[in-house]
């Protein structure tokens, strides 16, 4: 069954356009970029704000490993935007198992940790 976590990630449009770029940069045929676009486009996990160009996603319950369907690309591109453009938060099976990370508090969608992601 493997291990599960609940995550969000918000980003700005800025964080947005940087992602678009790099799914433009993926091979168009690739197994690892079905599963990314996959992940980004679930429409019951994905909100957008028209106003200020952001978007959020929510997923319940997926095995976020690093190097699982996909997610290598996320946490790379993280890594990459500026600490302001994004908020990223993983809330593990464990007790002691959170991740936050990014400065994207200030998102139109109230996402935040509060001992669960939760969308205003």
Same mark, same amino acid.
């Given at each position: 069954?493997?291990?599960?976590?609940?995550?969000?990630?918000?980003?700005?449009?800025? %964080?947005?356009?940087?992602? #678009?770029?790099? !799914?433009?940069? *993926? +091979?168009?045929?690739?197994?690892?970029?079905?599963?990314?676009? @996959?992940?980004?486009?679930?429409?019951?996990?994905?909100?957008?704000?028209?106003?200020?160009?952001?978007?959020?996603?929510?997923?319940?319950?997926?095995?976020?490993?690093?190097?699982?369907? %996909?997610?290598?690309?996320? #946490?790379?591109? !993280?890594?990459? *935007? +500026?600490?302001?453009?994004?908020?990223?938060?993983?809330?593990? @099976?464990?007790?002691?198992?959170?991740?936050?990370?990014?400065?994207?508090?200030?998102?139109?969608?109230?996402?935040?940790?509060?001992?669960?992601?939760?969308?205003?």
């Amino acid at each position: 069954m493997g291990y599960r976590s609940d995550v969000g990630l918000c980003l700005t449009s800025m %964080g947005k356009k940087i992602l #678009e770029s790099r !799914l433009s940069e *993926l +091979e168009a045929d690739a197994d690892r970029t079905r599963h990314i676009h @996959e992940l980004l486009n679930a429409p019951r996990n994905k909100r957008e704000d028209q106003e200020s160009g952001a978007v959020a996603w929510l997923w319940e319950y997926p095995k976020w490993y690093a190097d699982y369907k %996909g997610m290598t690309f996320i #946490e790379n591109l !993280l890594r990459d *935007l +500026e600490t302001e453009d994004y908020l990223f938060i993983r809330v593990g @099976e464990s007790d002691d198992d959170t991740e936050i990370h990014g400065g994207f508090y200030d998102n139109p969608f109230g996402m935040r940790f509060v001992l669960r992601i939760a969308f205003d």
